[in-house]
């Protein structure tokens, strides 16, 4: 017979485990917290319609300066098919261009943080595209691109890009060193650290990132349809000026923040998805 | 037997490396300086250091800060490069980060966005290990180290020492022969250091495993180790060796209490001086 001491580990019962934290509540309130947070921006809001009302129908300022409220409800009723393809044209030039920044934007974070030298050689020309006014290229891109959908895109990627890099590289150097070491112990590859690691460690930032950057595309394509253009919410705030039309102008702007407010939205709807254990969203309400 | 021993499959990592020969010391250190240079200023982080580890031996190395004893653990891993001398590590030239090791840090650094298994199950993901071996394997882990229950608890979720032993499970899951430790239990407070350091070894002890310990507390080192050295700075060199020589099972308060503890902790407190030893 074999000596067969089965040897189990003898769990200490007087020094067994240090107190484990309390596991904090995880979906209970909630949504009532979050249904009592949307309570203040609704209250504010209506005073800001309110006072609206009031300005406007106490006849304290001209139409013309500022329209009433009801005048611009109906500039979007009586138009509904004018906003609504111009809308299309503009949300379609400022999701093209959101989406190439952000994937050009990541793939060049990527390249510079792996290679000093070409982050030697393109940081200044990044930086240099980021402080030119785009508002004042933007003519440039028209002589260059036409009027078409183009030269809009491209303004609004010129001014999605800059946020994308920035936030992917610091997002990507942010990965915890001794993490990257204890891979090195693990004999991964480089592509597999990438993914299972680097990647996942830059996705607060990127997403941070991000989001400025979805409301810069919305701008951006504005930008691009002021200085020429047929079509798209630029285009109507334009023919808007040119007729005094101020109510159709609200009713423009009114759309224009929407969509930013929409594409900010899908996002932080994506960061809930992607990074639910990092700060920013658990300590949430 | 032991309890590490009773699966049926031997380890995949084992395999793949030569046994080591006997007599063969697990860590061979000879003769081996490392120099930092930094804003012009050459920095003497080792000198002249010579030691081996024999297989299944637990080291304590302690220090005062500014000693190099950490700098001397991750040159054993293959982290820091050495400027003169020679290691060797299961009887192969150390020349660049080691695979055949189990490497805990201070600070856990576990992935945030992994709960408990799966960041233990990640050094099998990097290393391609088995996915049942490893399943298997992380499990006996989880309950070894008394994680059992927190098997889904993300980081956030768990203390300071639940952490630890998360980063503990994660560098033995590969099942290496030698375990190094850079004043793991560093960051937390005196009770659940004492508690980490009555299972680490309970582990070691149920082991044939090799560990090499980094630690400020005098207490901790004796209190663990086979064979603890002295190290001081200045350059960062080994000044004296001391055999612990408690055997068998070393229950926490009366091995504290033995003569031989006091003894060997005197000694190492002499020579770091009072109020050097940090605890």
């Not at chain 2, 700098?71 to 299961?90: F, K």
């Not at chain 2, 952490?163 to 793991?184: F, K, N, T």
Request: aromatic content about 8%; hydrophobic content about 50%; proline content about 6%.
């Amino acid at each position: 017979m074999t000596q067969q001491t089965e040897n189990v580990p003898v769990r200490t019962a007087a020094r067994g485990s240090d107190p484990p934290t309390e596991k904090p509540p995880r979906e209970n309130s909630r949504w009532a917290s979050r249904a009592s947070a949307a309570v203040y921006p609704a209250v504010f809001l209506a005073l800001l319609l309110a006072t609206w009302f009031v300005v406007t129908g106490a006849g304290m300022v001209q139409p013309y300066i500022i329209p009433s409220p009801a005048d611009t409800w109906s500039a979007f009723v009586d138009h509904p098919e004018y906003l609504w393809s111009h809308t299309l044209v503009t949300t379609g030039e400022t999701v093209a261009g959101f989406v190439i920044a952000a994937v050009v934007g990541v793939l060049v974070a990527v390249l510079m943080v792996y290679s000093p030298a070409l982050e030697k050689t393109f940081y200044p020309l990044i930086l240099f595209a980021q402080v030119i006014p785009k508002i004042a290229i933007a003519p440039l891109f028209v002589v260059w691109l036409g009027f078409g959908a183009s030269p809009k895109i491209l303004v609004a990627v010129l001014m999605a890009f800059f946020p994308v890099v920035i936030s992917g590289i610091s997002g990507l150097r942010s990965v915890d060193p001794e993490l990257l070491e204890l891979t090195s112990t693990m004999g991964a590859s480089r592509i597999r650290t990438f993914w299972k690691v680097r990647f996942p460690a830059a996705l607060p930032e990127l997403l941070s990132g991000l989001k400025v950057a979805a409301t810069l595309a919305v701008t951006g394509a504005v930008v691009g349809e002021f200085v020429g253009a047929n079509s798209g919410l630029g285009y109507v705030i334009l023919q808007a000026n040119g007729n005094v039309d101020t109510a159709m102008l609200f009713a423009a702007l009114i759309i224009m923040s929407a969509l930013g407010v929409l594409l900010f939205a899908v996002i932080q709807v994506a960061e809930n998805l992607l990074i639910p254990w990092h700060a920013s969203r658990r300590n949430r309400g | 037997m032991t309890a590490f021993a009773r699966r049926s499959r031997p380890a995949p990592t084992r395999a793949a490396t030569p046994a080591l020969g006997a007599g063969e010391p697990m860590v061979g250190i000879h003769g081996v300086d490392v120099t930092f240079r930094s804003k012009g200023r050459t920095v003497e982080a080792l000198s002249g250091i010579d030691l081996s580890v024999a297989p299944g031996e637990f080291l304590s190395i302690a220090g005062p800060s500014g000693c190099g004893k950490s700098t001397l653990l991750r040159v054993i891993a293959g982290l820091t490069g050495v400027s003169a001398g020679e290691v060797t590590l299961r009887g192969t030239e150390v020349r660049g980060p080691r695979r055949d090791v189990g490497f805990v840090f201070q600070r856990a650094a576990l992935l945030d966005w992994r709960n408990a298994r799966d960041n233990i199950l990640f050094q099998a993901e990097m290393r391609g290990l088995p996915r049942a071996w490893s399943r298997d394997r992380a499990a006996e882990l989880i309950e070894m180290t008394g994680l059992s229950g927190f098997e889904t608890a993300m980081p956030f979720e768990l203390s300071g020492g639940m952490q630890q032993r998360v980063s503990l499970c994660r560098a033995l899951l590969h099942e290496p022969d030698i375990l190094l430790m850079d004043e793991p239990f560093g960051a937390l407070d005196a009770l659940t250091r004492e508690n980490m350091n009555v299972e680490l070894r309970r582990i070691w002890e149920a082991t044939e495993m090799t560990v090499v310990l980094v630690t400020h507390s005098v207490a901790e080192a004796v209190y663990l180790a086979s064979r603890a050295v002295v190290m001081g700075p200045r350059p960062g060199r080994v000044i004296e060796e001391f055999a612990v020589d408690i055997p068998g099972h070393r229950a926490y308060e009366p091995t504290l209490e033995s003569a031989e503890f006091q003894r060997v902790s005197a000694g190492i407190r002499e020579l770091l001086g009072a109020g050097a030893a940090g605890d």
